[in-house]
């Protein structure tokens, strides 16, 4: 499934609109996992941009709780939402690419994607496979020939079990080089953060994670990224990292970033969060805040994100059946 980089046209519109009034303050963005990864991130990535956004009161940022609710990749933020506390109005949830993968697979339960409201996406990031930089693994070809003669030898870090997100991409890199993923050794984290900490502790020897997550990590010299999963080699710190495709192996996992909220807030509340929103994802600021934390332009909000996210859990429920991993 492709991701072009994309910008919502209610953005620019609403850039050049009068400022919609602001929630009022206090304000909660809940991550469903651990300290650390990409979700995390995504939280402190529409803290900064509310924070900086012209015309809005900056405590709006500031006085933004980040809580955690690790448990499921999801699973366990979903629900409290859902079942507990539908109408809050100033309640956002992080949600990936991962995220619309476990929803395609049926790991929320009978939960479909319209059972929320999708508030806005703020950007996109890759899939990429990662190991220490001590390790004996220079290149994706060093790893894909170990894992053919000695699987049983390398850990895999990935957040989530089998079905995961993180599954998933090694799985189709390495069944594309020609590695059975049933022979593959895996060691289920729950988040990116806690996958780089089990491999700078040699628990695992490989972290199959997210572009992000990487760049966060790469800046402590302790981790060499052998393939970024994108259609070309990105900017930035991982400027030097190759591309699966560059190396013989033709996969691209890209992955979207954003929030969403209860599905009886009040139409009121959601349509301000949506505008306001719009405008933080219009202003140059944003642009480089996002760039600053390792992701790549992709802007949808309101209903052409819940439409996208229609389409998108469709898509990964297709992928994930050449595995047998939908129910």
Same mark, same amino acid.
């Given at each position: 499934?492709?991701? +072009?980089?994309?910008?919502?046209?209610?953005?620019?519109?609403?850039?050049?609109? +009068?400022?919609?009034?602001?929630?009022?303050?206090?304000?909660?963005?809940?991550?469903?996992?651990?300290?650390?990864?990409?979700?995390?991130?995504?939280?402190?990535?529409?803290?900064?941009?509310?924070?900086?956004?012209?015309?809005?009161?900056?405590?709006?940022?500031?006085?933004?709780?980040?809580?955690?609710?690790?448990?499921?990749?999801?699973?366990?933020?979903?629900?409290?939402?859902?079942?507990?506390?539908?109408?809050?109005?100033?309640?956002?949830?992080?949600?990936?690419?991962?995220?619309?993968?476990?929803?395609?697979?049926?790991?929320?339960?009978?939960?479909?994607?319209?059972?929320?409201?999708?508030?806005?996406?703020?950007?996109?990031?890759?899939? =990429?496979?990662?190991?220490?930089?001590?390790?004996?693994?220079?290149?994706?070809?060093?790893?894909?020939?170990?894992?053919?003669?000695?699987?049983?030898?390398?850990?895999?870090?990935?957040?989530?079990?089998?079905?995961?997100?993180?599954?998933?991409?090694?799985?189709?890199?390495?069944?594309?080089?020609?590695?059975?993923?049933?022979?593959?050794?895996?060691?289920?984290?729950?988040?990116?953060?806690?996958?780089?900490?089990?491999?700078?502790?040699?628990?695992?020897?490989?972290?199959?994670?997210?572009?992000?997550?990487?760049?966060?990590?790469?800046?402590?010299?302790?981790?060499?990224?052998?393939?970024?999963?994108?259609?070309?080699?990105?900017?930035?710190?991982?400027?030097?990292?190759?591309?699966?495709?560059?190396?013989?192996?033709?996969?691209?996992?890209?992955?979207?970033?954003?929030?969403?909220?209860?599905?009886?807030?009040?139409?009121?509340?959601?349509?301000?969060?949506?505008?306001?929103?719009?405008? =933080?994802?219009?202003?140059?600021?944003?642009?480089?805040?996002?760039?600053?934390?390792?992701?790549?332009?992709?802007?949808?909000?309101?209903?052409?994100?819940?439409?996208?996210?229609?389409?998108?859990?469709?898509?990964?429920?297709?992928?994930?059946?050449?595995?047998?991993?939908?129910?």
């Amino acid at each position: 499934m492709a991701i +072009a980089a994309a910008s919502s046209t209610a953005a620019a519109a609403a850039a050049a609109a +009068a400022p919609a009034a602001a929630p009022a303050a206090r304000v909660e963005c809940i991550v469903p996992s651990k300290p650390g990864g990409a979700m995390d991130l995504t939280c402190k990535l529409a803290q900064k941009g509310l924070q900086a956004l012209p015309g809005a009161p900056g405590e709006l940022g500031r006085d933004m709780r980040i809580s955690y609710a690790p448990g499921g990749i999801g699973a366990v933020a979903w629900h409290s939402l859902v079942s507990r506390r539908r109408a809050e109005p100033n309640t956002l949830v992080v949600f990936s690419g991962g995220s619309l993968l476990n929803l395609a697979q049926g790991k929320f339960g009978k939960a479909k994607s319209d059972d929320v409201r999708w508030v806005a996406a703020l950007g996109a990031d890759y899939g =990429m496979i990662a190991v220490r930089s001590d390790s004996a693994y220079k290149t994706l070809g060093d790893l894909v020939a170990a894992l053919k003669k000695h699987p049983e030898k390398v850990l895999i870090g990935v957040s989530g079990t089998i079905g995961s997100q993180d599954w998933l991409k090694i799985a189709l890199v390495m069944r594309t080089a020609g590695v059975d993923p049933k022979v593959l050794r895996f060691v289920a984290l729950e988040g990116g953060g806690e996958a780089f900490t089990a491999m700078d502790a040699d628990y695992v020897q490989v972290v199959s994670g997210d572009a992000s997550e990487a760049t966060l990590n790469a800046a402590n010299g302790k981790t060499r990224v052998l393939a970024v999963l994108s259609e070309q080699r990105l900017p930035g710190v991982l400027a030097n990292a190759p591309t699966a495709r560059e190396q013989g192996v033709d996969v691209v996992w890209p992955i979207i970033r954003g929030v969403w909220m209860g599905p009886q807030v009040a139409d009121a509340d959601y349509r301000r969060w949506v505008q306001l929103f719009d405008r =933080m994802l219009a202003t140059p600021q944003f642009a480089q805040t996002r760039a600053a934390y390792g992701l790549y332009p992709f802007a949808l909000t309101g209903d052409a994100l819940a439409d996208y996210v229609r389409k998108a859990v469709d898509n990964y429920g297709k992928r994930a059946s050449e595995f047998g991993l939908v129910r």
